[in-house]
């Protein structure tokens, strides 16, 4: 009586060789940081909030008004800060407003650019930058 093994140790497929590179691809390009956000020469306005210190300037476009600048902390590097730009008419209300998502680059980063925009209504006198959201290391969530 024969019996037909098979080989423990075969090579992999070209297709399966094909899938795994295309995998550890995906798994490198999540890993590096993303575009960097273009921080502006001077940083005129300036923000107060929590942990929090944010230099930042504003561009009107006529259709898009943007605010960039630095975040920046004197105790640790955060995980992730949300921020949001508010259009506000003159009686302070909100009439836009944009959302934007931050992490740093690097985990020892104390100074983090970051850029967000909103689409204008036409209605806005002033605009107000606040952070809404932020999580630090170790800090726990519930």
Known sequence: M????????????????????????????????????????????????????????????ANVTRAAGLIETQTTTPMQVTLSLFGLDANGRIVSRGTSWVRPSSFSSLSIPFSIELTPTGQEVKYDLKVIDYRLPNMRMN
Do not use: N, Y
């Open 2 to 61: 024969m019996i037909e093994t098979m080989s423990v140790c075969r090579r992999p497929r070209r297709g399966v060789r094909r899938l795994l590179a295309l995998g550890v691809l995906v798994v490198l390009s999540g890993c590096a940081p993303g575009p960097q956000s273009m921080v502006p020469a001077e940083l005129p306005l300036t923000t107060h909030q929590d942990v929090f210190r944010i230099r930042w300037a504003l561009e009107k476009g």
